[in-house]
């Protein structure tokens, strides 16, 4: 998924990481490690429990 204009943020955001966790045929273990974080945070984002922080949506907007 390619994005232009604003940028993606909260709900929005984790759904273009999971976009692009999936293009690439990754498991989340595999993407989290890529990522250079927990699964267990991962999946918290993923699964919208939690929110990344500002620093870590920089991280992930710059993984898409």
């Known amino acids: ?6 940028p993606l943020q909260g709900a929005d955001l984790m759904t273009a ?3 692009r966790r999936r ?3 990754l498991t989340q ?3 989290a490690k890529r990522l250079g974080i927990s699964l267990r945070t991962y999946q918290e984002w993923e699964q919208g ?4 922080s500002g620093p870590a949506e920089s991280m992930l907007r ?3």
């Open 1 to 6: 998924m390619y994005h232009t204009g604003a």
């Open 17 to 19: 990481v999971i976009d």
């Open 23 to 25: 293009a690439l045929g």
């Open 29 to 31: 273990s595999e993407f």
């Open 49 to 52: 429990r939690r929110r990344p």
């Open 62 to 64: 710059r993984a898409l």
